[in-house]
């Protein structure tokens, strides 16, 4: 290569270094880290619509003093057709999507079966869950409903912010052991933890110490070089170790013997899977089907349509009310109100347009269905366009005259449009 080529090449990195340099400091500079998606956006939108449904979601309140009470609630359903690329959830955990403990998790429930460990779930089941949280840390802050599958990962449901106020210097997390004491597991034992690490630190420190006040490593490296290892060693140094070695065993012997005496009754920590939880009982189970004839999407847009045959088998009119997918909830305002303050960004209050209503007991209807919002494209479940397997799914909620809901898990391929 010639010289002037080697220049080129040169100045090139140069100007490559400084724009790279200066897009970085630019960055760091302008960007403002805003708390808006808590990772559930960026997560495929065929996962999200094909795995777990949250329905019926009530959070108990917006705002919160600490150390009180705080419940997410409500249900979900597990999606029949379950992707391939997360495993079935047979060891599932139900979690809370937050920043970190900013509440404490009091208890969770499944079908009121207590849940601190692992479950499995059936896929196609409805359940209910519970969990009860308790205000740790003041702010506001974003709180999702969450389950954790082994082998595929955790599945985000819809968030929605509370607030947290008061002192948290006040926070305590008290509870009383089978063995009579009350404790705060906010700081309990931690001064045994520090105490016992911080005298063990100072041991092997001070023994370091002892050695480091003589010349450590030049003057000894020659000494032993010339084979005049005399005095390295003294006789001082050999009772040191001889003490340390006989300190350190008896106090070995008399912190065990002492936790011992002190905490006489310990146990394992306890572990394994809760095993299946059986899914509830719906209304209107095996009464209403429906089957998705077809279904499609604009990109780019905010619609997702779809034609579905629905059959009414049960002895009520049953009335298209809502629909959801991907913690979107499209409802159809004539029929369907939202009871529990569900998350804005979430909702679209009239975003369902349906072509028939209503399905008297024994028909069967061939029904448009069109949900549009925002929402379709700021959750990015338009993304859809993106993954490998444009199948949708989620669930139509019908609704008799007396406000009970039948829901039809819907499903299928969803075909883009480019006109
Ligand atoms: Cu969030």
Excluded: C
Excluded at 253 to 269: A, Q
Excluded at 403 to 410: F, H, P, Q, R, S
């Amino acid at each position: 290569m010639k010289d002037a080529d080697v220049q080129v090449i040169k100045n090139k990195v140069k100007k490559w270094l400084a724009i790279g340099f200066t897009a970085t400091i630019a960055s760091s500079i302008f960007y403002v880290p805003t708390a808006a998606a808590h990772g559930e956006k960026s997560q495929a939108a065929f996962l999200r619509m094909r795995t777990i449904h949250w329905y019926d979601l009530k959070w108990s309140a917006d705002s919160v003093a600490i150390n009180d009470t705080y419940s997410l609630s409500g249900k979900f359903h597990v999606f029949s057709e379950w992707p391939e690329a997360v495993s079935l959830p047979r060891v599932s955990f139900l979690n809370i999507g937050q920043p970190g403990p900013v509440f404490v998790r009091t208890a969770a429930y499944i079908n009121d079966v207590f849940v601190p460990r692992s479950v499995g779930i059936e896929t196609g089941g409805d359940y209910t869950f519970h969990v009860d949280l308790k205000a740790r840390r003041v702010g506001e802050w974003h709180i999702h409903a969450m389950m954790n599958v082994e082998g595929g990962g955790p599945l985000i449901g819809p968030g929605k912010w509370v607030t947290i106020t008061g002192n948290e210097r006040d926070f305590t997390d008290k509870v009383t052991t089978l063995t009579g004491q009350t404790v705060d597991l906010e700081n309990v034992n931690l001064g045994t933890v520090v105490g016992w690490h911080l005298f063990w630190l100072i041991i092997g420190l001070s023994w370091m110490v002892w050695w480091v006040r003589r010349p450590l490593f030049l003057s000894r490296y020659m000494r032993i070089e010339e084979g005049d290892t005399e005095g390295l060693i003294t006789e001082a140094d050999k009772k040191a170790g001889l003490a340390v070695l006989v300190g350190v065993l008896v106090i070995i012997m008399y912190g065990y013997k002492s936790s011992e005496s002190e905490f006489p009754i310990t146990i394992p920590l306890q572990a394994g899977l809760l095993g299946d939880i059986a899914s509830i009982e719906m209304p209107y189970k095996g009464k209403v089907t429906g089957r998705v004839i077809s279904a499609g999407y604009r990109v780019p847009g905010r619609t997702i349509k779809f034609k579905v045959e629905i059959t009414n088998n049960s002895d009520k009119v049953l009335s298209v009310g809502s629909f959801e997918t991907g913690g979107v909830r499209f409802l159809n305002s004539k029929v369907t109100k939202d009871k529990y303050g569900y998350p804005e960004e979430l909702l679209a209050p009239d975003g369902l347009e349906v072509s028939q209503q209503d399905i008297g007991p024994g028909e069967t209807a061939v029904i448009d269905i069109t949900g549009t919002d925002a929402a379709w494209e700021v959750q990015r479940l338009a993304d859809v366009i993106y993954d490998p397997d444009s199948r949708f799914g989620g669930l139509l909620f019908l609704v008799d005259p007396d406000g009970n809901e039948a829901i039809i898990e819907v499903g299928g391929p969803l075909i883009p449009t480019f006109a």
